[in-house]
């Protein structure tokens, strides 16, 4: 099932209709206990994500389920469309060659950043390698879509796959470190982040078990 689609502002407007849809969402498949827990920590992360991402940002949110032999499999997805204002665009180049932005710090805030860059521009992701607040983070995590990705973009930014690179690499202790303290990476099963020429979506997937 797929529920409405709610929106979310950067001034965190649409909050409280994101955590009642979840609760919903939680409700309708019959979760409860650390299941329901789980949901409402990921949708209360994906919305934090947004505040304050820039200026007047309205995003896309909405909850998705299906059934899959291990169990149900969860999905709080998030959409923000790309600007064309070039007022925002000259802000967002700066902030993102300096690469010292303060909010990309940890798991959540470097998914932040990526959004935050990426909603700027048209195009899939290329010019992602000139922006040193994000190359090596999501070069790290690229991974190539197959076919079960309904193939939205050739490429997108996966949680699963970024810690599996760092655990081979295991170059960057304090890199290993935000991924164990953050909450997002704790609890869901994988976070992607698809750069699409119009807009830049993240979905958290959360497997609940049979």
């Not at 609760?23 to 990921?42: P, S, V």
């Not at 996966?158 to 810690?163: F, I, K, T």
């Not at 979506?201 to 049979?210: A, G, H, I, R």
Request: proline share 1%.
């Amino acid at each position: 099932m797929r529920t409405d689609v709610i929106q979310i502002y950067s001034d965190l407007r649409g909050r409280e209709e994101a955590m009642a849809t979840a609760e919903k969402f939680c409700g309708y498949n019959g979760f409860t206990g650390r299941n329901a827990m789980h949901i409402r920590l990921l949708t209360e992360e994906l919305v934090s994500m947004v505040n304050g991402i820039m200026d007047e940002f309205i995003g896309d949110l909405w909850f998705e389920s299906e059934k899959t032999p291990e169990g149900m499999l969860c999905r709080i997805c998030v959409e923000g469309r790309k600007s064309a204002d070039p007022f925002q665009e000259e802000h967002f180049l700066s902030v993102a060659s300096s690469g010292k932005n303060e909010n990309a710090k940890g798991i959540l805030g470097k998914i932040r950043e990526l959004f935050r860059v990426s909603s700027q521009y048209s195009g899939e992701g290329v010019y992602m390698s000139e922006y040193t607040a994000v190359n090596s983070w999501y070069n790290m995590g690229t991974h190539r879509a197959g076919p079960a990705d309904n193939l939205m973009s050739e490429q997108y930014w996966s949680l699963m796959e970024y810690r599996n690179n760092l655990n081979e690499a295991r170059k960057d202790s304090s890199e290993w470190d935000e991924l164990e303290k953050s909450i997002i990476a704790n609890i869901a099963d994988e976070v992607k982040v698809w750069l699409k020429s119009s807009s830049t979506l993240v979905t958290v997937e959360k497997l609940v078990k049979n």
